[in-house]
């Protein structure tokens, strides 16, 4: 359950946010990829967003654990997140925020997408102002994890659903080479590796973390980290990334009926829990006093 406090939603003016974030919810509850919201609630103060639970936690948690993750295993994670993807561009809305801390591991070993805070209906239409409306389908707001980020995002001219294929292609990096491609100490050089990624020039580093890895492995990577002109399924056919030579002897069929044997799973956390409740109520609550049109259509 995410619990969000009315005053800092909107104090921090992220009631539209909240908003859209349970409509895109709702659009891809029927998903197997992408988490599934069971209800939303509002009270006096607070608002709640139910999903269903993630066992065993993030990606992020797992890979901390495991530090890489087995080829085979990462294309099993990795099958699962392209369909969670594919469901959200289908459902006309780009994520924006694709990386292993909204990527779901459940006990059934499967990978879910989540937290859909970030994500952007597209297209989108515009009131022009003058009673007419126009259709828009480029996004520009700047936002996400910095080394995730599209070199769409950072020229600034407006980017579509291609940024979360780009992310993709670096969670799959990093689920191998235990490191995002373009994270340093440095933002402003972490933003001109990611440029000069677009224009073909590889940092180092990957250059060399792909050179000793399996071509097709290389080739899926390199068709994902590179221009949206040529990105794999930029222009919207995901057989460009099912059918690539990584997917090569993956048995679709069995991953989609679920008779696929699965990666090992990290520890359930459900079932490891000791909740300790001591003190949990105690906080003062300062009551919500605001505007609570700003949450219309939230329930
Ligand atoms: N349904 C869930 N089951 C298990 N864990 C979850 C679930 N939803 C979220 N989490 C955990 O909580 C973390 C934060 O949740 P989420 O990504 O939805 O919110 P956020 O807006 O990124 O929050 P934060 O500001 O804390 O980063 C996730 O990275 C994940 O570890
Ligand atoms: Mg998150």
Redesign the pocket.
């Known amino acids: 359950m995410?619990t969000m406090d009315k005053s800092s939603v909107v104090k921090n003016a992220l009631a539209r946010k909240v908003v859209t974030e349970k409509h895109l919810l709702e659009r891809v509850a029927q998903s197997p990829f992408c988490?599934r919201l069971h209800a939303t609630y509002m009270d006096e103060n607070f608002i709640y967003i139910l999903?269903?639970?993630?066992?065993c936690?993030?990606l992020?948690?797992h890979m901390i654990n495991l530090n890489i993750i087995p080829y085979i295993n990462a294309r099993y994670y990795t099958a699962c997140l392209c369909l969670g993807i594919a469901h959200c561009h289908q459902a006309k809305f780009v994520h924006r925020?694709v990386k292993p801390?909204?990527c779901?591991v459940f006990a059934n070993g499967r990978v879910k997408l989540?937290?859909f805070?970030l994500s952007k209906e597209l297209p989108y239409s515009v009131d022009l102002g003058d009673g007419t409306r126009s259709v828009c389908t480029l996004a520009f707001t700047m936002c996400g994890t910095p080394e995730f980020l599209a070199p769409e995002f950072i020229f600034s001219r407006g980017y579509d659903q291609r940024v979360d294929w780009w992310a993709f292609g670096c969670v799959l990096y990093e689920m191998l080479f235990a490191a995002s491609p373009f994270v340093t100490n440095d933002l402003k050089t972490t933003f001109t590796r990611i440029c000069d990624a677009a224009s073909g020039k590889l940092p180092s580093n990957m250059k060399d973390d792909l050179s000793q890895t399996d071509e097709s492995a290389a080739s899926f990577l390199r068709g994902l980290i590179c221009n949206k002109e040529t990105r794999l399924a930029g222009s919207g056919n995901l057989g460009e990334i099912t059918e690539h030579q990584y997917f090569d002897n993956f048995r679709w069929d069995q991953f989609r009926a679920e008779t696929m044997k699965p990666p090992p799973v990290p520890p359930n956390k459900v079932l490891e829990a000791k909740p300790d409740f001591a003190g949990f109520f105690q906080n003062e609550i300062s009551p919500f006093e605001g505007d609570n049109s700003e949450f219309a259509g939230f329930v």
């Open positions: 995410k988490l999903t269903e639970v993630a066992e936690g993030d992020m948690e925020d801390e909204n779901l989540g937290d805070g």
